[in-house]
């Protein structure tokens, strides 16, 4: 199948952009401050050709690791970062935020209501025989969202003596629900600190990175994680994952990644470090073309008449576009649409399968140059009522309309 555009949606599309057009200023604006910060942090720590040198073995004195990861804690505005290729993913990278930070009868409290799916068996919501963290011996508390906002009430009645770190999730996950901005983020740090000033704040960043001007390392997160197959690494990092955060939690889960005594001082980079530097270098400007694909994607699906999560000019926080399609067939077809209209495996149809880590079978789209990169443009969903699909990436602009365009198409098609 080729790209086929209709007319009716080139119309709704022209539409859709032209209302866009103060908040594609906006987005615009973000993405010169942001680049100006990382911009900055490279000029700073005076990167140089040789950061980029392979190392192996122990990977002992990797000048450009090391580099990388002051820069990411200057980007972030904070203490220490841990940058890491040999983190695989997201999940990953959280899980080593909380094995770093929590001891056996210690309570995790989630104070955004429950984590991310793949989360549920790092923290042993589910699963069994895993070495979760309930098998460990720490225990598990929830905070739900009121109205889809965080509940500071509920959060501080919540905080009694044993909880040891909360856990903010700044993304929508697979929830139809608002991001939570970096300022609602601090208002919940401010709030947990009222009540008991030394509790560890770890927040979940994936999909949040330089969608906005501040980073929850600058509103009190102890500790931040994300993946380089998202936001940050441009869509350049081939793998791996970032910690940022206060320099003690940084060491702590520095030790978790590799082991005790060991931390950040071994990890040979094998040749990564160019591609994750000239990723974090792109990162400022493909977050802001994912940012407008995803407010293009929400402009011409409400005009179409269907609910989309954020409104298109609703504030964000996060690169990613949720539309409710109501109806299986629908939603099946506007991902095998979105992944029909990729540069990289075009021709493969995307099913739903039952996908590690996720209780529902999933089906995803992503005809990306890195396998499975969402900032790159992919679209996925959870086969359940009310069959939402989240769309977000986009390296450019152009070939994000063009793919969103050719899916709105498509469901025309089937009327
Ligand atoms: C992507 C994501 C994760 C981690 O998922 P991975 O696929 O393991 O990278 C965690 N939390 C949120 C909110 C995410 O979007």
């Known amino acids: 199948?080729?790209?086929k555009i209709d007319v009716r949606i080139e119309k709704t599309a022209a539409e859709a952009e032209s209302g866009l057009a103060e908040k594609f200023k906006e987005i615009d604006e973000v993405a010169f401050y942001n680049q100006q910060k990382v911009l900055r942090a490279f000029i700073d720590?005076?990167?140089s050709t040789a950061d980029f040198n392979?190392?192996?073995?122990?990977?002992?004195?990797?000048?450009?690791?090391?580099t990388l990861d002051r820069i990411y804690a200057q980007v972030f505005g904070a203490e220490a970062a841990l940058v890491r290729h040999n983190i695989v993913n997201g999940t990953h990278c959280l899980a080593i935020a909380l094995f770093a930070v929590l001891r056996p009868g210690d309570t995790l409290l989630a104070v955004t209501g429950k984590p991310y799916d793949t989360l549920e068996e790092v923290i042993g919501i589910s699963g069994e025989g895993g070495g979760s963290l309930r098998e460990f011996g720490v225990k598990y508390e929830q905070v739900d969202l009121a109205g889809g906002k965080p509940?500071?009430?509920?959060?501080?009645?919540?905080?009694h003596g044993g909880v040891k770190a909360v856990i903010i999730q700044r993304s929508k996950g697979y929830d139809w629900r608002e991001s939570v901005s970096v300022a609602e983020i601090g208002e919940i740090i401010a709030a947990v600190r009222q009540v008991k000033p030394d509790t560890v704040c770890i927040v979940d960043n994936c999909y949040g990175e330089f969608v906005e001007k501040t980073e929850p390392t600058e509103a009190d997160a102890d500790l931040v994680a994300g993946s380089l197959i998202k936001n940050p690494g441009g869509g350049l990092a081939q793998t791996g994952g970032y910690l940022a955060g206060k320099a003690k939690y940084v060491e702590m889960a520095a030790y978790r990644q590799t082991c005790p005594g060991i931390g950040a001082e071994c990890g040979a980079t094998l040749g990564q470090n160019r591609f994750m530097y000239q990723g974090l270098f792109m990162a400022p400007h493909a977050v802001a073309q994912a940012v407008k694909a995803a407010a293009?994607?929400?402009?011409?699906?409400?005009?179409?008449g269907y609910e989309v999560n954020p409104r298109p000019l609703d504030r964000r926080s996060d690169i990613i576009q949720a539309v409710k399609l109501g109806d299986e067939k629908k939603l099946v077809k506007f991902i095998q649409a979105i992944q029909s209209a990729s540069p990289v495996d075009s021709y493969a149809l995307p099913?739903?399968?039952d996908m590690p880590g996720y209780r529902h079978q999933v089906i995803m789209a992503a005809g990306t140059f890195v396998s499975g990169a969402s900032i790159e443009l992919s679209a996925d969903a959870p086969i359940k009522p009310p069959y939402v699909c989240f769309m977000q990436g986009g390296l450019t602009y152009e070939s994000a309309k063009i793919a969103i365009m050719h899916a709105a198409s498509a469901l025309l098609d089937g009327e």
């Open 1 to 3: 199948m080729s790209i």
């Open 45 to 47: 720590n005076r990167v």
């Open 54 to 66: 392979p190392t192996t073995g122990y990977g002992y004195d990797d000048g450009g690791r090391d």
């Open 151 to 159: 509940d500071l009430e509920a959060i501080k009645k919540a905080l």
């Open 296 to 304: 293009l994607c929400g402009g011409i699906m409400e005009r179409l």
């Open 351 to 353: 099913l739903p399968w």
